[in-house]
């Protein structure tokens, strides 16, 4: 395994909520903890963006639009990354995918994909 797997995506209505994870690849699992950690998403017709980040440490950032409804976490012990989201809107409808922050392109997983519709 030499890529990031994400797992927890589905079909949601608007208002619902999702939790999202990230397992790291064989290749990074001893320098894991040592990394900043991010959740990209890609919507239809859009560039892939970094939605929240969280340190080594624990220290979450979130990009200003997505404050309140995303969470991000880790555990280390486990070399997981998640991102649980609420009050989901049409337009977090995206393929979501964790990668360390600034990203390795060699890292990319295949995302998980998120569509909130009614």
């Known amino acids: 395994q030499v890529q990031f797997v994400e797992s927890g995506g589905g079909l949601v209505q608007p208002g619902g909520s999702l939790r999202l994870s990230c397992r790291a690849p064989?290749?990074?699992?001893?320098?894991?903890?040592?990394?900043?950690m991010g959740w990209y998403r890609q919507g239809p017709g859009k560039q892939r963006e970094l939605v929240a980040s969280?340190?080594?440490?624990?220290?979450?950032n979130y990009v200003d639009s997505m404050k309140g409804r995303f969470t991000i976490s880790r555990d280390n012990s486990r070399k997981s990354l998640y991102l649980q989201i609420s009050s989901l809107e049409p337009e977090d409808t995206a393929v979501y995918y964790c990668?360390?922050?600034?990203?390795?392109?060699?890292?990319w997983g295949p995302g998980t994909q998120v569509t909130v519709s009614s």
């Open positions: 064989r290749s990074i699992t001893s320098t894991f903890n040592s990394y900043t």
């Open positions: 969280i340190s080594r440490l624990g220290n979450a």
């Open positions: 990668n360390p922050v600034p990203y390795d392109g060699n890292l």
